[in-house]
């Protein structure tokens, strides 16, 4: 298993502090044409736009083959692999079934054949539809006085639905089955894996927009809808943790069945409905068993430390991704992965 953290396509500090912390391997988004290089996002829990995303400029579309090329060049001249996108073309209609979805889906062709050519071997995506991951605070203190994101479903529940009403859960189970037919193929013959991300937070419903993917029961429904190697999930430990369930058990569930394509390694307390982050040493998973879990099932790919907390000196810009929280999380996960490797081996011996 490779550690790996989140870059933006573009140099700058964050790529030579992975390098010094011994990180080479990048999970980035798409390279949006915006200003500073980065892919401009509504804060979690606000509505997603459909305009002015929705229609990509046809002279710069960053899932085509040159912007990809270009990004890949870039981090392999720095020393750094691409091995995971986390981020996609618009997939509002696709999600909701709506006119314009087979043009979205085609888009999504496009990347995952992109990706194909340019050996990045991951895709991590989601079926969340209208509003993506959702928090009520981004400044809610942990310890020390860092903050972290957390999540009150009363809170969010108090803004009432949406612009689109009421959209069922059998909705979007209907057209996610024909996402993954149109979709699953094109990543076989690529040789890209897709890593599908569970709904967060794992709550039935927000704001009138069903959650499906809400269980490790419901994962696995998503799996069997259309059969792959190609077709895997990426296993948010933080996610699968407020479903209130072992996390372990069902690292080993799905890594049995070779499904674990790529992990969001965080922690949290609490449950679906209210639940806040935490330092990754201080959350309610046992996270040494987690690691454990992982070299158990033989996981041959990356890890990412995924949410951290903002801590002393930070502005808080980026709720959950500023710097030093990963500095301390990689150094704990690099620990936890030489002591499951190290007793391994003491057994064997």
């Known amino acids: 298993m ?16 992975a390098l010094q912390l011994g990180v080479t391997h990048a999970v980035t988004t798409l390279p949006f044409h915006v200003a500073g290089g980065h892919q401009a996002s509504n804060p979690p829990g606000v509505p ?13 579309r960053p899932w085509d083959f040159m912007p990809l090329l270009l990004m890949v060049q870039r981090f392999r001249e720095a020393g750094i692999t691409v091995s995971v996108i986390e981020a996609s073309p618009p997939m509002h209609r696709a999600r909701l079934g709506l006119d314009g979805r087979d043009e979205e889906i085609e888009w999504v062709i496009t990347l995952i054949r992109n990706m194909g050519k340019l050996g990045i071997p991951v895709w991590c995506w989601n079926w969340m539809a209208v509003i993506n991951w959702a928090r009520t605070s981004t400044t809610t203190p942990t310890r020390g006085g860092a903050l ?37 193929p094109v990543a ?19 704001r009138g927009i069903a959650r499906i993917l809400i269980t490790p029961e419901a994962l ?44 969001h390694f965080r922690d949290v307390r609490g449950g679906p409905t209210q639940f806040v982050e935490t330092f990754h040493d201080d959350g309610q998973t046992d996270m040494y068993e987690a ?25 808080n810009t980026e709720p959950g991704y500023m710097m030093l929280g990963r500095l301390f999380a990689i150094g704990y996960m690099k620990g936890l992965r030489e002591a499951v490797l190290k007793t391994a081996a003491s057994s064997v011996s």
Request: glycine share 6%; aromatic share 10%; with cysteine.
């Open 48 to 60: 997603q736009p459909v305009v002015p995303h929705d229609v990509p400029p046809p002279e710069y």
């Open 188 to 206: 076989e013959e690529a040789g890209v894996q897709l890593a599908l991300h569970p709904d967060d937070p794992p709550v039935p419903s927000l």
């Open 148 to 184: 972290v994101t957390s999540y009150d479903h009363e809170l969010m529940e108090r803004a009432g639905p949406t612009e689109y009403g009421e959209i069922s859960a059998e909705r979007l189970w209907q057209n996610l089955e024909y996402f993954l037919k149109a979709v699953v």
């Open 220 to 263: 696995q429904r998503a799996l069997d809808l259309y059969p792959s190697p190609a077709h895997g999930l990426t296993f948010c430990q933080g996610t699968i943790s407020t479903m209130g369930v072992d996390v372990p058990h069902w690292i080993r569930h799905f890594g049995r069945q070779n499904k674990i394509h790529f992990v």
């Open 291 to 315: 690691m454990k879990a992982y070299y158990e099932i033989n996981f041959q790919g990356v890890m990412r430390p995924d949410h951290v907390p903002t801590m002393e000196g930070e502005p």
């Open 2 to 17: 490779e550690l790996a953290l989140i870059l933006p396509p573009w140099p700058n500090e964050r790529w030579k502090l």
